[in-house]
Structures are given as structure tokens and as C-alpha cells.
Nanobody
Framework: QVQLVESGGGSVEPGGSLTLSCAAS????????LSWYRQAPGKERELVAH????????NYADSVRDRFAISRDNSKNEMYLEMYSLRPEDTAAYYC?????????WGQGTQVTVSS
């Protein structure tokens, strides 16, 4: 059974930090490109960052570059998103996605709320 389970979301004040995790099972993790997406209320889901198979190649949305860091641990079947200098506009449900170009899996999401 394929599962992607996000964790680590929560409420934080502006300027704060959070680290999200995505735990995978049921497929060959190292064969999939991984991404974090987010969706705020009333907005479309947007790509935040993605990371290649071995973790050497990362790309970020302009809005989070230099504040967020994506990483993966293929030995643990986990992906992470370290988020720093959080802003109210980062408030959203965050989702992990795994794709090999043929098959795509999604997690159920974890909520991040940035508010004073």
C-alpha cells in the first residue's frame, strides 16, 4: 500500500521556523522525484520546491528561495522541508508529491499557519 504521510505542520509567528517531513512507503522511493506543494484557501496549489532522485538537484519557487530548504534521505524514505523566516503569506496546506513520470502519489497534507 502506497503512503505519503506529511508531518510537522503547526502554528508559528512571523519570522519563525518549522520543518516538515514526508514519510513514504509502498514504492521504490529513490526512483521518484519529490516535491512540496502548498495550497492556500481560495488559491490554486503551487509548487514550492522539488528535489531530484539523489538529492543533488533542488529547485525552489521564487517566493521561498533562500528561506526554505528541501532535502531527502533515501535510506529512510523521507523528505523534508526546512522553513525559515516564515511569513503570513506562507500559510497554507503543504503536500508532498512523488512522481517517476508515469505514476504520481500525493500525501494528505499538513497545515502551516503563520500569524501573530
Amino acid at each position: 500500500q502506497v503512503q505519503l504521510v506529511e508531518s510537522g505542520g503547526g502554528s508559528v509567528e512571523p519570522g519563525g521556523s518549522l520543518t516538515l517531513s514526508c514519510a513514504a512507503s509502498g514504492f521504490i522511493f529513490r526512483d521518484y522525484v519529490l516535491s512540496w506543494y502548498r495550497q492556500a484557501p481560495g488559491k490554486e496549489r503551487e509548487l514550492v520546491a522539488h528535489i531530484g532522485y539523489s538529492g543533488d538537484e533542488m529547485n525552489y519557487a521564487d517566493s521561498v528561495r533562500d528561506r526554505f530548504a528541501i532535502s531527502r534521505d533515501n535510506s529512510k524514505n523521507e523528505m523534508y522541508l526546512e522553513m525559515y523566516s516564515l511569513r503570513p503569506e506562507d500559510t497554507a496546506a503543504y503536500y508532498c508529491e512523488a512522481t517517476n513520470g508515469y505514476t504520481t502519489y500525493w500525501g494528505q497534507g499538513t497545515q502551516v499557519t503563520v500569524s501573530s
